[in-house]
């Protein structure tokens, strides 16, 4: 049909994986849209807290480049305030799967055991099958895997250590490699995202891939652990804060990842260079991201860096972000941009 008449079509699945089959039958007329989990502003919408449109809605990523876009963003994100903080409470006790807002009545133990065998298991039992003829995976080990993606979130572990923590836990002879092939299918299958370390003037890759969930709310559903990111209700539990600083980086990564249009990795600590979360590549700039979830910001330590990447002018940065956990965090340096994490989930 559509070689022979003039349509357009629209394929929709919930397996990225079976959809991901056809691309190579229809190569060069297909383009594939990723749509991940309800953003703040779709919350909003569906909980009935107001109606917000995201700030940015052209695909003009050379904005992002700018200090002036990021002043403008900052009077819209106190102009909705109101609306942003009930959204993003919500999304933090529950994460963006439209059944777990949609059905906010329901108490959260039901809606984890609904998240697990939906989304989860959907996966790992009926996506499990899907690949390359006469490879076959494990399921045992596909659900050890994807248990210490949830246990490293937002961290980049070496696959030789996830590999020895799962031959203690199957008792089984797996490698590191095998471990990465696992990865890179939960990566294709959308459940989690692996940012690849920065590869800029290097002979080699120096690094290992940062980890992010698709929804924190699978973490806690698998994992049986809610951490909160709400300011709000972490306060009220103060000794979950580094774990929630985990998730937030967790949550920004997939954010960025699933935006497009931009090239996502994270710079490892290396020989003169201090680690950087995730760095933006916009045509031929590239935007510095770090991600700080806690009370209080030091202006030097926690922009150390960001400083050292702008620095560089070899790097090609015009501007940094430091995300944090609060609206009034503030640094001196007119190069650096600061929003809360919920103000980031805004923008687009």
Known sequence: LVDRASVRSLITGSSALRIALGRDSIAGRVQPFEIGPLRLTEIAALRGFGTIAPFQSEND???????EFWRKFGDFTRQHNVVMAKAFATFSERGGY????????????????????????RVIEHDLRVGERG???????????FRMA?????????PATLALEVRQTLNANIGS?????????????LLIRTIQPLEIRLKKRRGYAKLCLCDHALRAAWLQEVIPVDPVALDKQPHLHDLAGRVAES?????FASLGGMDLAHLPERSGQPEVDFVLTIGEKRIPVEVRYQRTIDPLRDTLGLR????????????????????D???ADPRIVCLSLRSLLMVR
């Open 61 to 67: 990523w050379a904005d992002w480049t700018h200090l």
């Open 98 to 121: 439209p059944l777990a807002q949609a059905k906010f009545e329901v108490p959260w133990p039901e809606i984890a055991d609904q998240l697990i065998e939906t989304v989860v298991r």
């Open 135 to 145: 490879r076959k995976r494990d399921k045992q080990l596909l659900e050890a895997v």
């Open 150 to 158: 949830c246990r490293y979130i937002g961290q980049a572990p070496n």
């Open 177 to 189: 490699q095998r471990i990465r092939h696992y990865l890179d299918f939960l990566d294709s299958a």
């Open 251 to 255: 949550i920004a990564g997939y954010y």
């Open 308 to 327: 050292v990447f702008i620095e560089k002018a070899v790097n090609n940065a015009p501007l940094g972000l430091l995300v944090t956990r609060d609206d």
């Open 329 to 331: 965090a503030a640094v």
